[in-house]
């Protein structure tokens, strides 16, 4: 069988690392970044509006391929819908939620929300012709049913590969120090860490870095720089900076209003860190509550602090925590496992020929 995968450019690392594992089991598998074969309005560049995708067209025709996996509903997924060749959607977020936040903040303009409209009507036409979704947890899954009753309808996990997470030194932080590693690209998951500045304050001795941007980013930073212990190092490079962020951090904390299935938690466990996370979305689904970190409610400062007073203060349990996380996310999120889980669910529903 031939799968075509179109990347966004945030994840087609992990899509590579995912096609070699599929390349093992028989497929022949290519992987291109979607942008580069299928663009159009809304862009915020003019001259892509009027793209004839005739790229794209000579991709598949050249290719040949049975099936096509995306992992977003943009321009290359849309001209996917528009062919006579399976469709499969890897729906990463709750689409549909992160609009009406657009709506609400960013979008708000005439043109901002002639962008957006459009953007909802590429993802309502990439869904409905698309032959399965695979939602990336129990969570999305159960959201994605209520709203397409009559589609097919998978989870699929994010697949990571353990063997890419060890311990490398080269970053020099004050310690004791807590790491939060999230991007400010919405708006939910972001005003969330607005409950830090209390926590900063009980806790001046403890370093807090935020290594992340994004468009919210101004909304919560002049907030938390106020604070010595509060430092900011903007976006890292992936793997190799994250890498050794994640080695030196003590605790890893995830202050998140919305998520569905964060990549940086399961990293920061492969690292043997113990983790405190938001207890939104499928967050609970990629960690183990009181054995590989803590879960804490939405809006509670006080609970966050309780929690990082803990693990800071018992050593002996962060590295026990830290050593289970890395347990539970090598037997249940390697690329193994989730390229079976996915061939088994194309075997279940038919499609392509496996």
């Not at 009507?121 to 009753?149: A, D």
Request: aromatic content about 10%.
């Amino acid at each position: 069988m031939k799968l075509l995968i179109g990347a966004s450019s945030s994840k087609i690392f992990h899509l590579k690392e995912f096609s070699k594992k599929l390349e093992e089991h028989g497929l022949e598998v290519k992987v291109v970044s979607d942008v580069d074969y299928a663009d159009g309005f809304p862009n915020r560049k003019i001259s892509k509006w009027f793209s004839s995708n005739k790229k794209f067209k000579r991709l598949v025709s050249e290719f040949k391929p049975d099936v096509i996996f995306v992992d977003r509903t943009k321009h290359f997924a849309l001209e996917a819908s528009k062919t006579d060749i399976p469709v499969i959607v890897h729906l990463r977020g709750d689409h549909w939620s992160e609009l009406i936040m657009a709506r609400e903040t960013l979008y708000k303009s005439t043109s901002g929300k002639i962008a957006i409209n459009k953007w909802e009507e590429i993802g309502e036409e990439c869904f409905k012709n698309s032959e399965l979704i695979m939602p990336i947890c129990n969570h999305l899954s159960k959201i994605t049913k209520e709203r397409y009753s009559g589609k097919r309808v998978e989870t699929m996990y994010q697949a990571i590969n353990p063997e890419n997470w060890f311990h490398k030194s080269g970053m020099e932080l004050k310690h004791p120090c807590v790491g939060i590693l999230q991007s400010a690209t919405i708006w939910e998951k972001t005003k969330e860490m607005k409950i830090l500045p209390e926590v900063l304050e009980k806790m001046s001795n403890v370093h807090f870095y935020w290594a992340g941007d994004g468009v919210y980013r101004d909304e919560v930073l002049p907030l938390l720089e106020k604070y010595e212990n509060f430092h900011w190092l903007g976006s890292l490079e992936y793997p190799d900076k994250v890498r050794e962020f994640l080695t030196e951090i003590d605790v890893y904390a995830l202050i998140s209003g919305i998520d569905m299935s964060p990549l940086t938690l399961q990293e920061a466990q492969l690292m043997e860190k113990p983790v405190i996370a938001t207890n939104v979305g499928g967050i609970p689904e990629l960690m183990k509550d009181g054995e590989t970190g803590y879960l804490i409610e939405k809006g509670n400062s006080t609970e966050l602090f309780e929690k990082l007073s803990l693990l800071l203060n018992d050593l002996e349990k962060s590295k026990e925590m830290g050593k289970k996380g890395r347990g539970f996310i090598k037997d249940n999120f390697n690329l193994d496992k989730i390229c079976n889980d996915f061939l088994n669910h194309l075997k279940k529903h038919g499609i392509g020929d496996i």
